[in-house]
């Protein structure tokens, strides 16, 4: 960071401020009321707002959080100290119904005077703005004074800040910085007094605190979590504008902030709106909602606003970390981070409101980020650099349905998508059907939610690689598919359930893997798993049927499964049954039971362990099946829209047990994880969208088409059972033939006579997907005993596999 020049004037004031380095950092609430930023891309920086203050801001990218939060203080300097967080009644409002421009109203709770702040940013520049009015008795307001209290965290930190007060310009403002990153605090009327101090030792709110008077004006505070105080005198200003800049160096971020006070506050909240409005949102969708469309206009938004400004089509999960209060500097990544999975729900939600270009953009991305072997990281910085390690089929299979749907619309302009495409699906080909990780992220093993997104890839692959003149990579592909389909229910459903009287075939949460295949985990056992997030002393180690989700209802999303198929109706008995909740406000449900990973039962924060709330995403997947079902699903979008906050934010989790008032937590409200997460958001706009067309928007027809038909009306059969060494095949089907896999060219040698007749076969080119070598169907009672040999490394396997055919 380049040192203070003579353009700006160092103000010592009182010398450096004492305690350093202060108290352990901390970040805030996860509940947010608002996400917010312009819509141009020149203008990188975001913002957050809950309980009536800013919060983090975000800068350059959307991955980077550079405050924890900012708010004002006021004092008479006699008989009141005021904190906005604390001390006030808040109404909240959008601005513009179509714009992310925020008006927070706070009150005295005496009734003396009255607080009127907006919220925006520069619409070109990366300064947040607010703008700040008060009102009331001129007997109060006379004597009445203004503090700004701003809590820098720097390069995604609260350790390890520093900050000046400074004269720019003859203006009096606070310059902070860390490493590259700079941030300059001014306000259009000049602060009267600054501070820089330690949080909790001496910083503004410790010193007004004291006697309802700033006594403090430390001029430094050097590497530390920093609390940054700027007075304004209420008693000559009682309008004025705060502006928080953002820059590359002193100098930016001071320019920055000099620049955008130098407009005036009305023509930038002008311009901020006009750009917004070009955003268009979908106002047909809101025939569909029962509030007017006021969710569907801040969800449309919300998602675009969490879409990066540098790498375009690069969209986060959430602007929040959970439970941020109780997470410091060890919690890098939070929420904003790009998961694959997530980010493919905004797009297609992007695609139902007509926003092809916007969900291309989505689709580029991921190419750009996809790994060598066709995979993407579990999740990753904004930059693509990885974050989490594990492979969850779903996030590789998601962007394959992504470019069918854009390819289906003409919506891929030149983008040339099949290698994209060959490359995930054969990854694909390579793990499926064992995932290691579940949509939850947490455990191995069959899936049905997981293989529901693999079967409908697959197919889009193969529609795609027709397309593109791969006939026989289409063949197998489709091949593919049909052997995880063949035995999905096999794998996915327990025949002895335990978790309803009168249901014992039901689909399971996930089928652990055997010994011998992918991720099997032997400390957990042999059909059993291991619950992650349980709470010391609780049992944590289950039996797979004892464990059940929704996420088998996705088969019926994407056409896999009927909606009146008698399994998927039984399984969702059991799910009823176990994880529903009823709330105020409509029903919701649970992830599974015995989850671990929410606020603690006695309402403290998720810290390794709690125990898992309802989700309002599940009420849109519910609402979803029930579309599909032919059933009334308005019930259901109005549940939706009631579980979001006052600032249509839908939370990840809502609190559903008895109100617990003095931890904030009441019954059907949000709980203490992010919010908003962006995949609710998206999950609404799909459910209006599919309520508009009459059917589900996320249904792929060339996957209705091939499984949502009766056993006598298929036109195929799935005849074939694959082998890899990594999942080897101890049994097979006379009816059916062994085909081996693998990524390199090789040789199979067998035999179905204990060796009398010696075969081998050469495998055939696929394309990505590697080498394919079959045997022909053998008779039931025989067994088939075979080796590889890899030609071109001259290396045999240096073992036999033993298959037996069964009748």
């Not at 004269?167 to 009096?172: K, L, N, S, Y």
């Not at 593109?468 to 489709?478: D, G, K, N, R, T």
């Amino acid at each position: 960071m380049n040192a203070l020049t003579t353009a700006y004037r160092w103000l010592n004031d009182d010398g450096p401020a004492f305690g350093a380095p202060g108290l352990e950092p901390r970040w805030t609430s996860s509940k947010k009321d608002a996400v917010c930023t312009a819509y141009a891309a020149s203008s990188r920086v975001w913002f957050t707002v809950s309980h009536g203050t800013l919060n983090e801001i975000y800068y350059p990218t959307i991955d980077r959080p550079q405050t924890r939060d900012m708010e004002l203080i006021f004092t008479d300097g006699e008989t009141f100290v005021h904190e906005e967080k604390r001390d006030y009644e808040f109404d909240f409002h959008y601005i513009d119904p179509d714009a992310l421009a925020v008006r927070v109203v706070a009150n005295d709770l005496q009734g003396r005077y009255t607080i009127t702040k907006e919220f925006i940013t520069d619409p070109h520049h990366p300064v947040v703005l607010v703008h700040v009015k008060v009102e009331g008795e001129e007997e109060v307001l006379s004597r009445l004074k203004c503090y700004a209290l701003l809590a820098p965290h720097l390069d995604g930190g609260g350790a390890g800040n520093s900050a000046r007060s400074v004269e720019v310009a003859g203006q009096r403002a606070i310059l902070a910085w860390k490493n590259g990153t700079a941030l300059a605090m001014g306000v259009s009327t000049g602060f009267t007094r600054t501070s820089c101090g330690y949080v909790g030792s001496s910083d503004g709110y410790q010193d007004l605190i004291q006697n309802m008077r700033m006594d403090w004006e430390f001029g430094q505070a050097l590497d530390g979590n920093l609390a940054l105080t700027g007075e304004i005198d209420i008693s000559r200003n009682r309008e004025f504008t705060l502006a928080i800049a953002m820059g590359e160096g002193f100098h930016s971020a001071l320019a920055g902030m000099m620049q955008s006070l130098s407009t005036p506050y009305e023509l930038q909240l002008k311009r901020f709106i006009e750009q917004w409005h070009r955003a268009a949102s979908p106002e047909r969708l809101a025939e569909a909602s029962t509030d007017g469309g006021r969710l569907m206009r801040i969800s449309h938004n919300t998602i675009l606003a969490h879409e990066d400004k540098t790498y375009s089509g690069a969209f986060i999960a959430s602007a929040s970390i959970p439970w941020g209060n109780a997470k410091g500097d060890d919690d890098l990544g939070g929420y904003h981070l790009v998961w694959t999975r997530d980010m493919i729900q905004s797009a297609t939600a992007m695609l139902a409101c007509g926003r092809v270009d916007t969900a291309r953009r989505a689709l580029v991305y991921l190419a750009c980020t996809q790994r060598p072997d066709g995979s993407f990281a579990q999740n990753f910085w904004i930059d693509g650099t990885p974050y989490w390690t594990g492979i969850q089929l779903d996030e590789v299979a998601f962007p394959i349905m992504l470019a069918w749907r854009l390819w289906k619309v003409d919506g891929l302009g030149e983008f040339d998508v099949f290698p994209f495409v060959e490359n995930a699906a054969a990854f694909l080909v390579h793990f499926a059907p064992v995932t290691q990780q579940e949509r939850w992220e947490e455990t191995s093993g069959y899936s049905p939610s997981t293989l529901a997104t693999v079967i409908a890839a697959l197919v889009c692959a193969a529609d795609i690689a027709r397309a593109h003149h791969s006939p026989e990579l289409a063949e197998f592909l489709l091949i593919y598919s049909d052997w995880i389909e063949a035995h999905l229910d096999e794998w996915t459903t327990t025949n002895d359930g335990c978790l309803h009287p009168d249901v014992k075939r039901h689909y399971m949460r996930v089928r652990p893997p055997s010994p011998g295949e992918p991720f099997y985990h032997p400390e957990a056992g042999e059909g059993r798993l291991n619950i992650a997030n349980r709470a010391p002393g609780e049992k944590y180690n289950f039996e797979a049927r004892e464990i059940i989700d929704g996420g088998f209802l996705e088969l019926v999303r994407y056409g896999i499964r009927r909606a009146d198929d008698p399994l998927i109706i039984d399984s969702l008995k059991v799910v009823d049954h176990v994880l529903k909740i009823d709330t105020p406000y409509g029903p919701c449900w649970r992830r599974y039971n015995h989850d671990g990973y929410g606020q603690q039962k006695d309402g403290e924060p998720f810290i390794h362990y709690g125990q898992g709330r309802a989700w309002p995403i599940l009420t849109g997947e519910r609402a979803h099946y029930e579309m599909a079902a032919g059933n009334d699903i308005k019930p259901l979008i109005t549940a939706l829209e009631r579980f979001s906050s006052f600032g249509g934010m839908l939370p990840e989790q809502i609190w559903d047990y008895a109100d617990l008032p003095e931890e904030g937590l009441y019954f059907g409200r949000s709980a203490g994880s992010a919010q908003p997460l962006v995949w609710a958001h998206a999950e609404y706009i799909k459910l209006l969208r599919s309520a508009v067309d009459g059917k589900v928007f996320d249904r792929i027809s060339v996957v209705e088409d091939r499984y949502c038909k009766k056993a006598e009306d298929r036109t195929f059969k799935s005849e074939v059972e694959f082998f890899q060494v990594s999942r080897p095949v101890a049994r097979l089907s006379s009816q059916k033939r062994l085909q081996v896999l693998d990524k390199n060219r090789f040789q199979v040698m067998w035999t179905s006579d204990g060796w009398k007749t010696k075969n081998t076969t050469d495998a055939r080119l696929l394309g990505y997907p590697g080498f394919s070598a079959e045997i022909p169907a053998q008779a039931a009672g025989s067994q088939i005993e075979f080796t590889l040999f890899w030609p071109l490394e001259a290396r045999w396997l240096g073992k036999n596999y033993f298959v037996a055919v069964t009748s």
